[in-house]
């Protein structure tokens, strides 16, 4: 049974527009959770993180929202570029020594 | 870039081979993993070590077997490759900071027919 999941495969959006990325986890034991891209033929790079503590936490254009109550996080990426044309991993962890991933969301934005 | 090199990066084999796969770090640090990348199924952990000769399973262990006699290598060993095993495998080292974010290698390719 998946405790991380991304129930979707795939992601399509206009370049400009925003792009919404969600992931959903059961295990309440999780508290700190991550967001991975990855391009074809390379490693998963880390993206963007935030604690259980929090419930939002910015790096320029991406921003994680955190819903504890929902057990519910989301990437939202504003502006899109055709750059972050990627596979995006969200992640979560409740020791600090394993990360559990979802299944991935492939994202594509269009010029 | 957090000095992690996997070899061999692709390789085709065949089913009842043994294959042995290397991580290399230059960094010196603790915990590394082996995870294992299939479509619609994300990174799996198959086995991760917290220290010299100290290791132990994860999700997907089954098949698998690893060893770590010194910090910088981290080999993951497939006894008897079957077609089940043919995969992406990345390795991937616990940064120094308290946040349990990893960095990963590029990937090693295996196909197994």
């Known amino acids: 049974d998946q405790q991380v999941k991304q129930n979707s495969p795939s992601l399509s959006v206009q370049e400009g527009r925003i792009s919404i990325l969600n992931c959903d986890y059961t295990n309440s034991m999780f508290d700190y959770f991550l967001w991975y891209k990855k391009y074809p033929a390379e490693g998963p790079t880390f993206l963007i993180s935030?604690?259980?503590?929090?419930d939002k936490n910015e790096d320029g254009r991406f921003t994680v929202f955190l819903n504890k109550s929902a057990k519910h996080l989301s990437l939202h990426i504003v502006p899109s570029q055709p750059g972050d044309s990627a596979v995006y991993f969200c992640a979560a962890s409740d020791t600090f020594l394993m990360l559990t991933f979802g299944g991935g969301t492939r994202l594509m934005v269009k010029p | 870039d957090a000095g992690i090199t996997q070899s061999p990066r692709h390789k085709v084999t065949e089913t009842g081979t043994p294959v042995t796969l290397r991580c290399h770090q230059t960094?010196?640090?603790?915990?590394m993993y082996w995870y294992r990348q299939d479509p619609g199924h994300g990174l799996r952990l198959i086995h991760y070590s917290y220290g010299v000769k100290d290791t132990d399973k994860g999700e997907v262990s089954d098949g698998y077997s690893v060893s770590r006699s010194k910090t910088e290598d981290f080999l993951l060993t497939l006894e008897s490759a079957t077609s089940s095993q043919t995969s992406v495998y990345f390795c991937a080292l616990r940064g120094a900071g308290g946040t349990g974010e990893l960095f990963f290698g590029e990937g090693s390719r295996l196909t197994v027919l």
């Open positions: 935030i604690s259980s503590i929090k």
């Open positions: 960094e010196n640090h603790r915990y």
